[in-house]
């Protein structure tokens, strides 16, 4: 069983025999776990007879790294083994990569030893990429699996760059899983605020 922790680590490592390059656009999902979770939160609250609308999330709780856990064990009843798998293909990916190395014939030996080294240290770096990015996509399923359940149709926050990514991948999940008629994003009151829009009809 691979083990189920959560830690910031930081942009997607470029590695090669001239060093380790993090590329900017792509960003660890550590960072948008908080936010997901405070979303998530909100939906799991809303009744069958409620209102149809997110309007709100208390942002000021912080939730460890159990809590987020725990919450997406909820969401996805067998999701040890959904982990453990995933990680696991991950991790075989990475050291065929690795492996790889030795074969190559178009560099030196003295480069091939730097590259071996290069994927050596961010072995591990990358392994635990994967786990912040599964956790934060079951985070992501598990929403719009209440949203469908719920047939919310909006969800209206104020702007930050974690909430625009996260109603970014949203609207792209739900639009890949064809639940909904539309899916739109809109900017209100000057840009202060976000909206999520669900159409059911």
Known sequence: MVDIKL????NKPIISKRGIYFQPSKED????????MHIVTALMKIDENDEKYVASIDGSKKFSNGEIISTVQNLRPN???FFSKHIDTYREKIELEEE???SLGNISEDDKMILEENYHIMHDYRIQ???NKLVY???INGAVELIRKFQIHTINLEFSREVYHIMQSLKTTIEWNKIA???TISFLDNGL???LNVGWI
Do not use: H, P
């Open 193 to 195: 605020k976000l909206e």
């Open 100 to 102: 790889r190395v030795e």
């Open 29 to 36: 999902k550590y960072i948008y776990l908080q936010t997901a």
């Open 137 to 139: 996509e079951e985070l």
């Open 181 to 183: 008629n539309r899916t």
């Open 129 to 131: 990429r994967a786990k």
């Open 7 to 10: 830690e910031f680590m930081g």
């Open 79 to 81: 999701f040890e083994d």
